[in-house]
């Protein structure tokens, strides 16, 4: 099974979220792990009632959303069977290019922060994105180290959205068979699709928690709380090997 310790599911959630997260995982294989790398949330989208044909023919065919997901998932399995024989450092890098093309990680922050990122100084915002890619690479570096014949399914039908994004799902399915889900809720801008969330069992949102949890960091001490809790996390991800 995938080993998966104690990360962000973990790291920036209320006790609350523990409580929620820990009943989840009790409920469903542990594909994920104790560590987890979701921060836990919950989010409702509607999809609208398309065909899955109109659908597949709306969002681009074989070059639509679909496409970064298979990417990152390749790159994940690179990694997971390299495991933690391969510095932590060199599996970051491997990673980081193809996190950084998937996702809209300015987008994502920007969500997390909410109605504060727009009064931010441009400055702050610079340093608040560099601290929050390295921290979300981090997070798929430490969760996704270890290689036990596991392997990732993406359904060849993405949803729409009635804001017109759609979710690619994903599945992470184990030697034995048992299964967990990863959404990804994809936006095109300029002709590209990234991402901008990520579900959990089809409904619980990153940008959801992450809101949540930064915002009593920035309340508790602005901007600067937020980047050192950020650098802070990473050090643990890697072991210390970054900061």
């Not at 959630?13 to 989840?24: E, W, Y």
């Not at 690179?78 to 890098?93: A, I, K, N």
């Amino acid at each position: 099974m995938l080993r998966v310790r104690r990360g962000p599911a973990y790291m920036f959630c209320g006790d609350a979220m523990k409580r929620r997260g820990r009943l989840m995982m009790q409920q469903t294989p542990r594909l994920i792990g104790r560590r987890g790398m979701l921060a836990f949330g919950s989010a409702t989208f509607a999809v609208s009632a398309l065909s899955a044909k109109q659908v597949y023919a709306q969002v681009g065919g074989g070059s639509g959303p679909i496409a970064p997901i298979q990417r990152l998932n390749d790159t994940l399995l690179t990694v997971m069977r390299e495991g933690q024989q391969t510095p932590f450092t060199q599996r970051y890098q491997q990673l980081d290019p193809v996190i950084g093309q998937t996702f809209d990680l300015p987008q994502v922050l920007a969500e997390s922060i909410g109605l504060a990122w727009a009064s931010l100084p441009s400055e702050q915002k610079a340093d608040l994105l560099a601290a929050f890619r390295r921290y979300t690479v981090s997070s798929y570096t430490a969760n996704f180290d270890n290689y036990s014949g596991q392997r990732f399914e993406i359904s060849p039908e993405p949803r729409r959205l009635s804001n017109g994004e759609v979710i690619v799902d994903t599945k992470i399915i184990s030697a034995q068979g048992s299964s967990n889900t990863l959404d990804y809720v994809m936006r095109s801008a300029a002709g590209a699709w990234q991402v901008t969330d990520v579900l959990a069992d089809g409904s619980i949102s990153r940008v959801a928690v992450q809101r949540s949890d930064f915002s009593q960091l920035l309340l508790s001490g602005g901007v600067p709380a937020l980047v050192a809790g950020l650098r802070h996390k990473v050090a643990n991800l890697s072991g210390g090997m970054m900061a």
